[in-house]
């Protein structure tokens, strides 16, 4: 059976087709539009769709709109609270309402009784808790806010999902968030992870005080309503400058924020007794949060959805209506659910741009040697990643053992520079390097303590609080970066390279060929690499001389 999941109501519009009780295809709009994130989070935009991902993933598997058994959309309009804070809310509502309709329009074909409306937080608990290695565990989701919640607690047996606890609107950790981004100078629902950066640089000295307003009530739920932020920093201009008083503000809502996320993780386990927890919500992509999490409550294992943003809900659509027919099959492998082209039509795309190439047989080698030559490498293979982190398929990489590429890197991609990049390792060697977080860690969503004797040797990766927060490899989920570990390891004697995502600043990260053809031609980075074949910067201007 074929469903087909959706996700258009707040941001990041996406979709996800589970066939058979099987992920086949996942991907946000943005990666075919070039727009980020989709679209801007105003109720306005709530009618546009993710038509050029839904199609795809359609064509992914042979499909078309008359295939599908059903349609997820992962917003009830039925069951949303009025929003007396926003007077537009309305119109949002009432699009959501209309999307069986639009739906119809948007894919020829499709049955328009067939779409249903699946709750947004039961849409975020899917894509965790049915998508997690573990079919038994406890579910928390956090974030902004769904139809008239900001918060689900429950738990997982056998796919079947009991709600424990619910916060109702308006009290929301990730509405606090956002506002606080907002007061930053930053982006709301796009640049949190600003803050959770940011905040590294500053002392959580408003603390006390914040404890006053933003607590765990003891029950399952919480009280958090933003303040005026103005009795704590000005409102910061972004003008490249940043620490002080902005800084000290970013570390003491994220220290408050987490003491909350750990009150309710321990809550939860007080409930269930489970051993694993999962995780999903935009509040569950703060990685320094999940960290804690892991360290302070008594579950053993925590897996977090690495879609964890509105776009997993399309997922977790899908995901809950294949359960709900009894067709679940197999968790979620791998974040690597996007689209990818065959090595001949790589080839393809750089004879038809008329830039020269080489095919080597020893590509991890040749890669090395520009790493440790400390050139940064543009690295295209596979299937793009679903979700917001670049995990070796679209990355930039670069040598960990130079302070001045963390510079050097955010100069590239022209974002400010305390933004940190992140380490890849080796899974076997990473326990040598890193602790105080989970092992493996194959989706960059926890920071581990870099070990004191390596913070001089991958100064590039450690960040000011002398974390990093890392991503294991293995040669099953992606045997080119392994290799390029490997090779990586016997030129340095360190098995980690620098990993961030392969866009510039403001750009949706790079999905197809011409993407990286594109970023590869205006930044400044020695290599690129295309599946299996190499261009070199140097050949590439020679040749046009």
């Excluded at 809550?267 to 999940?290: E, F, I, K, P, S």
């Excluded at 602790?435 to 960059?444: A, D, E, I, Q």
């Amino acid at each position: 059976m074929n469903y087909l999941g959706i996700n258009a109501i707040f941001h990041d519009p996406a979709a996800a087709l589970v066939v058979d009780g099987r992920v086949v295809a996942a991907a946000e709009e943005e990666r075919f539009s070039r727009r980020k994130h989709g679209k801007r989070p105003v109720p306005f935009s709530a009618w546009e769709l993710p038509e050029q991902a839904m199609r795809w993933c359609l064509a992914e598997a042979g499909l078309t709109p008359a295939d599908l058994d059903a349609v997820g959309y992962s917003f009830d309009p039925a069951i949303a609270a009025e929003m007396p804070d926003d007077p537009y809310d309305p119109v949002r509502v009432d699009y959501a309402r209309r999307a069986p309709g639009f739906l119809a329009e948007a894919l020829p074909g499709l049955d328009r009784n067939k779409v249903r409306f699946v709750e947004h937080h039961v849409a975020h608990a899917a894509s965790a808790g049915l998508a997690a290695p573990s079919r038994t565990s406890s579910v928390l989701v956090v974030d902004g806010r769904g139809e008239a919640h900001s918060h689900l607690a429950g738990r997982y047996r056998d796919g079947e999902l009991e709600i424990l606890h619910r916060q109702a609107l308006p009290e929301s950790l990730g509405l606090l968030y956002e506002s606080l981004t907002d007061h930053l100078g930053f982006l709301r629902s796009s640049d949190e992870f600003k803050v959770m950066a940011l905040a590294s640089y500053g002392e959580p000295r408003f603390l006390p005080e914040l404890r006053e307003i933003v607590r765990a009530t003891g029950d399952g739920g919480f009280t958090a309503q933003a303040p005026d932020w103005t009795r704590f920093a000005p409102r910061r201009i972004d003008d490249g400058t940043w620490g002080g008083d902005h800084a000290d503000l970013a570390a003491s809502v994220q220290a408050v924020v987490e003491e909350v996320l750990v009150d309710l993780a321990t809550w939860l386990h007080g409930q269930t007794g489970d051993r694993v927890l999962t995780m999903a919500g935009g509040t569950a992509l703060n990685c320094v949060a999940n960290s804690r999490i892991w360290r302070e409550t008594p579950f053993e294992e925590v897996w977090v959805q690495p879609a964890s943003g509105d776009s997993g809900t399309a997922l977790g659509a899908a995901l809950h209506l294949a359960q709900e027919a009894g067709d679940l099959g197999e968790p979620q492998p791998t974040a690597a659910l996007g689209r990818s082209w065959s090595d001949e039509e790589l080839a393809q795309w750089l004879r038809t741009a008329q830039v020269p190439f080489t095919t080597p047989e020893d590509l991890a080698g040749e890669v090395a040697d520009v790493l440790a030559d400390n050139g940064v490498v543009a690295w295209f293979d596979g299937r793009s990643e679903f979700g917001p982190r670049a995990l070796g398929r679209r990355s930039l990489i670069a040598n960990p053992m130079h302070q001045e590429n963390l510079e050097r890197l955010n100069d590239v991609k022209g974002r400010e520079q305390f933004r940190p990049v992140a380490p890849m390792v080796l899974e076997e060697r990473a326990a040598e390097i890193f602790s105080g977080g989970p092992m493996p860690s194959p989706f960059m969503l926890f920071v581990h303590d870099v070990a004191p004797q390596w913070r001089e040797r991958i100064p590039t990766v450690t960040h000011v609080d002398g974390t990093a927060r890392i991503q294991t490899v293995t040669d099953e989920d992606n045997a080119g970066i392994a290799a390029l570990l490997r090779a990586f390891d016997e030129r340095t004697g360190v098995p980690v390279v620098v990993n961030t995502s392969l866009n510039t600043a403001g750009r949706p990260m790079v999905d197809d060929p011409r993407d990286a053809l594109e970023l590869f031609g205006s930044a400044p980075v020695a290599a690129l690499v295309l599946g299996p074949h190499l261009v070199r910067r140097a050949s590439f201007f020679q040749e046009a001389r």
